[in-house]
Structures are given as structure tokens and as C-alpha cells.
């Protein structure tokens, strides 16, 4: 006897794993002083520690992508709770720099399961508008739940909350997809000709996967790595760090909602450029305006780097639609990894200009606004390389593939 499919307890469970995902990002991001403080850790360690979150989220996305159709989404989500369970117990009982290291390198890892098992089987689900739909509703989440957890890490951080207590909170959602995806039946893979893995790796020796790969890699560091160092590099403005990356990821939340109408207006290639620009303009803000200002250029921010992640995913699965669910993938697994290499980076940034900041004589709050307002000058360069790639984006593939709503999602 076949069991029943219960879809709506699927798709719960599967919002919930997203949320555990944004809550890694957004607490985390929240208890990395406490975590410097406690540990001794130079800004350079603390970016080894984030860039560990962005490698195991390509490894595993990646290999849950190549293997989905046949481990499924059931297995993929049981190694997701485990990874996901330990990365949380570790950093909780960790001793030190290394144990931080791969405590956040399994929790990325879980992260990457949810994205390679929850998208598919959200789409193998439902189908036409009411797929549409649903996944809309699943990637809100993500933004959703790190506007969540930065008031959560706010406010428990304001009232004295150890960091451990922090992150005792990641294990609620945790338990309560694993809960929901219990005992459930899950629908079968559906199999189609974008499949073929010989297929997807051939389709993806084009100039147009390759663009879209360099760009994807811009794109997300532009909007990870601004975020996560929000309440490390903005705190000195005047304005709460983790209040800038809820109203930041607020507003993505909003936009990406009602998304659809603006892509089908601008298209894939008009959206990308335009957020390029508005991303540039918000980050050139972060890095000149101090106290209220800065929730003004946190929703700049926000609007322009709304749509990078979904868009870009869209317009690999419309413009290069023989690489398959491999493509969006490698497409996604790219932007994590990019965000591994920058993060050391920024936080080397951060290093050099407090060490010359301390040389000028600057101390206190004033040393830390110069240097994090240094830092995100650098930073403005990842939109504003956007800025020329997406301009020939748009000029080249102007008339080609019509642009749809439905790659937004």
C-alpha cells in the first residue's frame, strides 16, 4: 500500500530547515565579537571561521545535486540534521580556533543538504503557478529567518546572553524539521532529460555558463560578505549592527516576495544591473554616513542585492536549461565558495586598517568607525566589477531567451 504524500507537513518541514540555515548565518554573524573576545581570534581567524560555513555549502550542495535522483531527498535531509545537530554541539563546547573551524564547516555542510534536497522536492511536489508559488513562499525564508535571528541575537546579546545560549537556539528549528520530516513519504525524483548528468557538464562548457559562474561568484560576496560583517564592521556608526542586517534582510524578504511584476518588467538582465548600481550606491553609503543613516543605506543595500541569488539561479535554469539541477548547483555552490575565499580577506582588511588607524592615533569608537568605513571601501569594488559585467550582460543577451516572471524564484 502506497503511503500518502503529506505535503503541506514536507514543505513545513522543509521552511523550517531554512530557517535553521539563516539562523547559522544570522546568529553567528551576531556572537563573532563574543566569539573574538573569548577566544583571542584576529579578525583574519574569525574570516577562516565564517569562510568554513560558505565551503561545506558548496561541497554538499554539489554533491547532493549529483546524487538527488538517486539517494533522495529523505537521506539527503537525515545527513543535514546530523551535520546540522553536530556543528552546533561543537561550536557549543568548542575549545578553541580549530574545533570553531569544523564546527562551522559541518553546519555549512547541513546548510548545502537543504538547498540540494528541499528545492527539488519542492518543485517535485507541486507544478505550473502553484510550484511557483511554494517555492516563492520556501526561498522567503531564508532573508525571513536571518531578520529573525539578528533580533534574537540582538536582544539576547543586549541582555547578556552568553554566546553558547546563542546557540542552543539554532537547535529549535533543528528538532522541529526533523520532527516534520519523520516517518513522512516523500515523492519520487522526477526524471527528465536534464538528468543526464554527460549532459548538464557538457551544456556547461558554454560562454554563457562560464559568464554566469564568474558573475555568480561577485554577486554573492557582495551580498554574504557585506552581511556578515555587518555587526563586526558597522557597529561603530552609530547604529546596531545586527539592526542593520535585519533591515537589510527584511527588505530583501519583502522584495523577493513581490518580485515577480519587477522581473517581468525589467527582465533577468535589466534586474541584475540595476541592483548592481543600487548595491554600489548602499555600500558607498555604509562606508561615509554615521547614526540613523545607516538603516537608510541598509535598505539601499537591501534593495539592491534582493535579487542577485534567485535571479542569477533563474537565469540559469531559462538561459542555459540543458545543465540542469547540476547547473543552478554549481551556479549556487560557486557563490557559496566564493564567499570562502573572500572572508579571510575581509577580515584581513579589517586588521591592516585598525593596525594604521591605531597609527594615526585614532582609539575607541573612532578607530573602530574609520576601520570598518576603510573596509567597506574595498568592498564596494565587488558591486561596481557588477556594474561592467552586468552591463554586458544586458547589451548580449538583449533579445535572446524573453525574460519571464517565473525566474524569480
Known amino acids: 500500500m502506497t503511503q500518502t504524500i503529506n505535503k503541506t507537513a514536507l514543505f513545513n518541514a522543509s521552511c523550517f530547515a531554512l530557517i535553521t540555515t539563516a539562523f547559522t548565518f544570522s546568529i553567528r554573524a551576531g556572537i563573532l565579537p563574543q566569539l573574538g573576545a573569548e577566544f583571542n581570534l584576529s579578525n583574519e581567524q574569525l574570516g577562516f571561521i565564517n569562510s568554513m560555513w560558505f565551503l561545506g555549502f558548496p561541497i554538499s550542495m554539489i554533491l547532493g545535486g549529483l546524487f538527488y535522483h538517486k539517494v533522495g531527498p529523505a537521506n539527503i535531509m537525515r545527513i543535514a540534521f546530523v551535520m546540522h545537530t553536530l556543528g552546533i554541539l561543537l561550536t557549543i563546547f568548542a575549545g578553541g580556533y580549530t574545533t570553531l573551524l569544523l564546527s562551522t ?37 531564508f532573508p525571513g529567518g536571518i531578520v529573525v535571528g539578528s533580533l534574537i541575537s540582538k536582544f539576547m546579546t543586549d541582555f547578556g546572553a552568553s554566546w553558547q545560549i546563542q546557540m542552543w537556539i539554532l537547535m529549535i528549528p533543528t528538532v522541529i524539521y526533523a520532527v516534520l520530516f519523520y516517518g513522512k513519504a516523500f515523492p519520487k525524483p522526477q526524471v527528465s532529460e536534464a538528468t543526464s548528468i554527460p549532459m548538464n557538464l557538457k551544456a556547461m562548457i558554454s560562454p554563457l555558463f562560464i559568464f554566469l559562474f564568474v558573475a555568480m561568484a561577485f554577486t554573492a560576496i557582495t551580498e554574504f560578505g557585506t552581511t556578515q560583517w555587518a555587526n563586526v564592521v558597522l557597529n561603530s556608526s552609530g547604529a546596531s549592527g545586527m539592526l542593520l542586517l ?81 547547473g543552478m548547483s554549481i551556479i549556487g555552490g560557486v557563490g557559496m565558495f566564493s564567499n570562502f575565499i573572500f572572508n579571510p580577506i575581509t577580515g584581513r582588511w579589517i586588521d591592516s586598517a585598525r593596525i594604521a588607524n591605531e597609527k594615526l592615533g585614532l582609539t575607541g569608537d ?42 524569480a524564484h
Not at 559541518?106 to 508559488?133: H, Q, R, S, W
Open 105 to 141: 564547516l559541518f553546519i555549512g555542510f547541513g546548510n548545502g543538504c537543504t538547498e540540494a534536497a528541499c528545492n527539488p522536492l519542492i518543485a517535485d511536489m507541486y507544478t505550473g503557478v502553484k510550484m511557483n508559488k511554494m517555492l516563492n513562499r520556501f526561498h522567503m525564508w
Open 366 to 407: 573612532a578607530l573602530e568607525l574609520a576601520t570598518g568605513q576603510e573596509t567597506l571601501q574595498k568592498m564596494m569594488m565587488f558591486p561596481a566589477i557588477l556594474i561592467v559585467l552586468f552591463t554586458i550582460f544586458y547589451f548580449w543577451q538583449r533579445g535572446k531567451n524573453p525574460d519571464i516572471a517565473g525566474a
Open 246 to 326: 535585519a533591515l537589510t534582510t527584511g527588505v530583501m524578504a519583502v522584495g523577493r516576495y513581490f518580485g515577480g511584476p519587477l522581473v517581468a518588467k525589467l527582465g533577468q538582465t535589466g534586474v541584475l544591473l540595476a541592483g548592481a548600481v543600487v548595491a554600489t550606491i548602499g555600500i558607498y553609503m555604509f562606508s561615509t554616513v554615521t547614526g540613523p543613516m545607516a538603516y537608510v543605506a541598509a535598505i539601499i543595500f537591501g534593495l539592491g542585492v534582493c535579487y542577485f541569488w534567485p535571479v542569477m539561479i533563474g537565469a540559469t535554469a531559462q538561459r542555459a536549461p540543458l545543465t540542469g539541477a547540476l
